[in-house]
Each structure stands twice: as structure tokens, then as C-alpha cells.
């Protein structure tokens, strides 16, 4: 190989006039972070390689943000002469190494990108090298790799056995052809790594894997670099949450790699030849702390071409008009209705529906509307996650919406992850529509609440255009704690359900929604046999329930015995309050209409 001056001549000759863009994900790191990057920025400056350096912070809880933005006044990103500048990307919550990469690449102008941790446990001193190594093997990829022969790595033997076990199942199982895919430096073509992360679902411990794994199917050639690392005593563990959630992650990948065959036939849509406005339609009774919360979401978008459209009952002096937002009072009717002033008012191209009781993630608006780059798209929906803030009997609710028992094939819609889909029936808090199939439909149907979301999905698809899902566009709605708010909103929706059943089949028509109610049916035979049937036949029935008790109980586990309890109890209550309402609406001749409370759903 080359000497070390001919390896940064390499790397300057395929950067060329461009930058070299660095995305460092970022987590805690107040106390060294401004050190790191002036350390990377007098490297690249001292061999003459224009770069640009993009710190995602992940949601730090520290100085983090302080200190990105201190040190980024010291390298403008305006300058375009600047040999190296700095442009901080800053995330509010953390979302994981996966995500934290997607929002650095959308920030990003080079050509070739470098995905580099933080903390510098590798040096990007080798930066010169990793390019020597993608000419000399004509690849799209460089990744480090501690099993690399010239590699120099120090760390403890337990690490090491883990390291082992987990490239020989990668091996195995995904079949790539490098020894290594968790070590964090990794050079890729620009075009390479933007083809893999529009089809990229994992977004913390196996994204490198599932990276890796979408280039290597679509054709992308794979070398590998030897790395000099010394990891710290921070490394000297691994939780077993960690190994847990790394094997889940990992088992996703090579069941949509191997099994579904998901990433070659996910189509990513083609670039919109323009920026289409998009208008935001928050209904809601009055001004509060969530819809407050809301707006402030919204206020931080990564996608700026937007108006919002607020619709309380009556006027709201507290809320901040002019600008993007503009306040309509509708008076005291249902939400379809309040929805419908929005739609009457809006400007844009698109229509985003948001519950005041939910937040947006910042690149909510920019990652649904990429998806209206298909004309056959007609909607665009995404998961409505539990938010981390709520409080702790809200939390459980959201734990029992997220169980497997409770909400089954529909769980995406209620935690990030998944994958990418068409839907036939959607809720309106987190739904985008083109205003074109808004006003050819007439907006929302009036006569139903809950319900109104189904009908409008239900006109939206008998226009020929799809619904789809897609996981990364995420908003965090606040749930209902158990257990009365929460059973209460979940029997309207019930009802609602086994009403539309009968009389709206198209997209209310699925086995599992007669499941809890067949469960409903069960119980009540069983308390009945107690009178008719004799002991062997009565410890017979019995058998199924516990059957299920132990499902439950498994798939509800948690090492806190009280969030363990609260949840096994909210799953039956869920079920029985579920199947009995559904049951009612299956029975009755017409489902009332009610008007939105201080438990609007």
C-alpha cells in the first residue's frame, strides 16, 4: 500500500473542488465534543482536504448542543473558501446511531461521505487510507474492520468472544463478505448510501448491519480498511438489554433481507420536481399545554415550505397568530367538522392531519412528503409513538397499545420500525393527504366520531389512490392512562369498529377484529359451565385462559414487577372491554355521534 502522503493525495484527488462530508452522531459528549471537532478540522486542514464536519447531536441530556454550536461559530458554514467548516445537526430527542446518520447524510452536500463516531475512539487520522483502499479495489465502500491483518485493536476479551459470535451469524445468516460491520468508520459513495437509507428501517443497535446489507443486495462492492482503536473502560460491558435489543434488530434485518425480500422490492419514490406547500390542521376544544407542545414541533421542521392551520372552539387570545399560524374558531362541533373548515382553508398541495395531543418528529413533514413522489400515493400515514414525558400509568397505556396480543399486525401503528407498506385504514393523527383527493371526496364524512378516519380512508382508496405507511414519519402522541380514560377511549373505538363492520365492510372487515369479542364469548361460556358441566370438563375450559394468562404475562414482561402487573392487567381489560363494545356496535341499528371532551381522542 501506498505511503501515508500518497493516501491523503488520493483522498484530495476524489474529493476534488467538492467537500469530503464527515457525520460524527454525537451522545453526551459536552465535556470533549468541541476538542474532537477541532481536532478533525486542523487534520483535514493540514493535509488540504476540504471537508465538511456534521455533528449530529442524538438528543444529548448534557452540554452537548452548547458546545456544537460554540464550535461551529469558529468554522463558518457560509464560507465557502473555509478548508474545513462545521455544521451542526441538532436532534431533540435520541433516536438512535441509525437515525442520527439519516439526519446527518440530509445535511450533507459531498460526494463521498464518512460515517465517524464522535467520541474518536478511531482516529480519522486513517481517512487517507480508507480512500487508498476504495480506489485500489474500485469499491463504493470502505469499512474498518478490526479483523483486518494490519489492523491494532485493544480491548477485552469478552468484547472480543461477543465480536466473534456475532460476525459468525452475520456471516451466516446475511452473507456479507467483510469480517466485520459494527466498527465505527465507514467511507461510502454518496449515491450508494442515499439508495440504502431510503430503504433503512433500524434505526439504534443494527443499523451498520442492515446499512450494509441493503448496498451489498443493490450491487454495492465492500472493502475493508484496518483500523487502530483502544477502547476505554466504558466498553468493559455489555447490558444484556443491549444484546437483546442487537439480536432483535439484527433477526429483523435477515427476516426482511432473506424471508420478506423487502429491500429490493421497497420502491423509493423519485425526487419531486418541486417543494410542495403543505398545510397543517390541528382540531382541537381550546388552547393547552399539548397543543402549545404541538406547535413547538412544528416550529422546528426540517421541511420549511408549510402554513398551520389551528381550529379550537372559539377564540383563543393565547395563541400566537400571524406567521405559519393561523387560528379559525369553528364552534363546538366534531372533529370531522373542525377538520373540514382546515381543508376549506388550506393552501397547500398537501394536507397534514396532527391531534392536538400529539408532536411531531423535526423531519415529520420532510420524510412524508418525499413519499408524494409517486402519483399513485394518494396518503401518507406514520406511527403515533408514546412520547418519553408522559406520565407513568400514560406510559403503561402505551405499553399495552404496543403489545402484540393487543394490536398485533397493526402495532406499527403505535411504535417506530417496521416496514414500509400500503394501509387501507388509518387514524387522523398522524396523516398526510393531497388536497386534490380532499376536495373530490368532500374532506371528512360529518355523521361519525370516532370513526371519521376509516370513512375517509375508505373514500380515499375508491379513488384508486394508495395509502402508505411509512415508519419514519413519526409523531408522539400522548395516550390515556389506565385504566378509565384509556378503556373509555378504547370502547368508542370499538364500537365504531363493529358497527362499521356491517355497514362499511371494505376496510373494517378483518378476522382480528372479531378476536377479542370470540374471547368475550369464551369467558362467558366458561363462568356459565360452572352450573351445567361437570369438574373434568369445567378444568378442560379452564386450560385455554391459562394459556393465554402465560402469553400475556410473557409478552407483557418487564423487569419492574409494577410495570409488569399494571400491563398484564391493562392487556385482559383491554381485551374484555374491547370485545364486549365491539359486540355492541356489531348489534346496534346506529352508532351515536359524539362531540370532542377532555378525553378527545
Not at 269 to 296: D, G, M, R, T
Request: with cysteine.
Amino acid at each position: 500500500m501506498a505511503d501515508v502522503r500518497e493516501e491523503w493525495a488520493q483522498a484530495r484527488s476524489c474529493v476534488g473542488d467538492g467537500r469530503l462530508s464527515v457525520v460524527l452522531p454525537v451522545y453526551n459528549l459536552g465535556s470533549t465534543i468541541a476538542a474532537n471537532v477541532r481536532e478533525i478540522a486542523a487534520l483535514y486542514a493540514k493535509h488540504g482536504l476540504r471537508a465538511e464536519l456534521i455533528p449530529v447531536d442524538d438528543g444529548s441530556t448534557d452540554a452537548t448542543r452548547a458546545a456544537l454550536l460554540a464550535v461551529a461559530r469558529e468554522y463558518d458554514a457560509a464560507d465557502a473558501r473555509a478548508p474545513v467548516v462545521v455544521k451542526p445537526v441538532l436532534l431533540d430527542r435520541n433516536g438512535g446511531k441509525g437515525a442520527a446518520l439519516r439526519a446527518g447524510f440530509e445535511a450533507s452536500t459531498g460526494g463521498y461521505v464518512l460515517l465517524l463516531d464522535g467520541d474518536l475512539d478511531i482516529h480519522p487520522a486513517q481517512t487517507g487510507r480508507f480512500f487508498a483502499e476504495m480506489r485500489a479495489k474500485d469499491a463504493d465502500i470502505v469499512v474498518g474492520s478490526k479483523r483486518h491483518p494490519e489492523s491494532v485493536v485493544q480491548y477485552p476479551w469478552h468484547r472480543r468472544i461477543v465480536s466473534w459470535a456475532y460476525f459468525t451469524l452475520v456471516r451466516l445468516a446475511i452473507g456479507l463478505p467483510i469480517t466485520d460491520t459494527q466498527t465505527g468508520m465507514k467511507l461510502f459513495k454518496r449515491g450508494v448510501l442515499g439508495e440504502a437509507l431510503g430503504r433503512m428501517l433500524v434505526k439504534t443497535y443494527a443499523f451498520d448491519l442492515e446499512l450494509l446489507a441493503i448496498a451489498r443486495q443493490r450491487g454495492a462492492r465492500i472493502a475493508e480498511a484496518p483500523v487502530v482503536i483502544h477502547f476505554g473502560s466504558k466498553f468493559g460491558a455489555l447490558k444484556p438489554s443491549t444484546v437483546k435489543a442487537m439480536a432483535q434488530d439484527s433477526l429483523a434485518v435477515f427476516y426482511r433481507l432473506r424471508v420478506l425480500d423487502y429491500y429490493a422490492s421497497r420502491t423509493v419514490p423519485p425526487p419531486l420536481a418541486h417543494n410542495p406547500f403543505v398545510s397543517v390542521v390541528i382540531a382541537c376544544p381550546h388552547a393547552s399545554a399539548v397543543l402549545e407542545e404541538c406547535l413547538k414541533g412544528l416550529s422546528v421542521q426540517t421541511y420549511r415550505h408549510f402554513e398551520v392551520i389551528v381550529l379550537p372552539d372559539g377564540p383563543e387570545p393565547a395563541l400566537e397568530t400571524g406567521g405559519r399560524v393561523c387560528v379559525l374558531p369553528t364552534g363546538k362541533v366534531r372533529p370531522a367538522e373542525k377538520r373540514n373548515v382546515g381543508i376549506a382553508a388550506a393552501k397547500g398541495e398537501i394536507v397534514a392531519f396532527i391531534d392536538d395531543d400529539a408532536y411531531p418528529d423535526a423531519h415529520w413533514l420532510e420524510y412524508a412528503v418525499r413519499e408524494f413522489g409517486d402519483s399513485t400515493v394518494g396518503a401518507v400515514g406514520g406511527p403515533g409513538v408514546t412520547p418519553p414525558g408522559d406520565g407513568f400509568l400514560a406510559r403503561i397505556g402505551g405499553r399495552v397499545y404496543d403489545n402484540l396480543l393487543v394490536s398485533g399486525n397493526y402495532r406499527y401503528r403505535y411504535k417506530a420500525g417496521g416496514i414500509c407498506r400500503d394501509v387501507d385504514d388509518y387514524p387522523s393523527c398522524n396523516l398526510l393527504v393531497r388536497k386534490s383527493i380532499l376536495d373530490r371526496i368532500k374532506g371528512y364524512r360529518k355523521d361519525f366520531w370516532p370513526g371519521e378516519d376509516t370513512l375517509l380512508c375508505k373514500d380515499i382508496l375508491e379513488t384508486g389512490a394508495r395509502i402508505y405507511y411509512n415508519p419514519w414519519v413519526v409523531v408522539y402522541h400522548h395516550r390515556r392512562p389506565l385504566f378509565g380514560p384509556h378503556l373509555r377511549q378504547l370502547g368508542r373505538y370499538a364500537f365504531h369498529r363493529g358497527y362499521f363492520v356491517k355497514r362499511y365492510p371494505s376496510n373494517s372487515l378483518h378476522l382480528s377484529y372479531f378476536v377479542p369479542s370470540l374471547f368475550v364469548l369464551y369467558l362467558a361460556v366458561l363462568a356459565a359451565s360452572v352450573w351445567f358441566l361437570p369438574a373434568w370438563a369445567r378444568v378442560a375450559g379452564v386450560v385455554p385462559l391459562g394459556f393465554y394468562l402465560a402469553l400475556a404475562a410473557l409478552t407483557t414482561f418487564s423487569v419492574n414487577p409494577l410495570v409488569w402487573a399494571l400491563t398484564l392487567a391493562g392487556v385482559v381489560a383491554t381485551h374484555v372491554t374491547y370485545g364486549v363494545r365491539f359486540l355492541c356496535g356489531l348489534l346496534a341499528k346506529k352508532a351515536p355521534c359524539e362531540f370532542i371532551g377532555k378525553d378527545h381522542a
